[in-house]
């Protein structure tokens, strides 16, 4: 099994770009779907972006699509998620996810919380107005 760490958040204006990367340990990790998820204050956890365990397939929420790019590197356990043109909305922390995937699945992308394993412990991303 995988553990997660995040890192990368930080505080920047709006209309500002951020890179937020998140390493796995183990060696299984190619056999992960993973995902970015975040949660502002006072609201629920919420879907932001995912790729498959192949990467052939992404998938992003409509607030993001068109702003936000993931992307993952297998040989070096890695899924990244660049952040551009960040608004005050997309303040929150987040997190990835990793959904263990058989390989029939590879091009499989899932956006549920209670579809993920495991989680990392997130990263604060703050966007000033």
């Known amino acids: 099994q995988v553990q997660l760490v995040e890192s990368g958040g930080g505080l920047v204006q709006a209309g500002d770009s951020l890179g937020l990367s998140c390493v796995a340990s183990?060696?299984?990790?190619?056999?992960?779907?993973m995902g970015w998820f975040r949660q502002a204050p006072g609201k629920e956890r919420e879907f932001v972006a995912a790729?498959?365990?192949?990467?052939?397939?992404?998938y992003y929420d409509y607030s993001v699509k068109g702003r936000f790019l993931i992307s993952r590197d297998n040989a070096k356990n890695t899924v990244s998620l660049q952040m551009n043109s960040l608004k005050p909305e997309d303040t929150a922390v987040y997190y990835c996810?990793?959904?263990?995937?058989?390989?029939?699945?590879?091009?499989?992308?899932?956006?549920?919380?209670?579809?993920?394993?495991?989680w990392g412990q997130g990263t604060q991303v703050t966007v000033s107005s």
């Open positions: 996810a990793a959904k263990s995937a058989p390989a029939y699945r590879g091009s499989y992308t899932y956006t549920g919380n209670y579809e993920y394993d495991i």
């Open positions: 790729i498959s365990r192949s990467a052939s397939n992404t």
């Open positions: 183990g060696r299984t990790f190619s056999s992960y779907a």
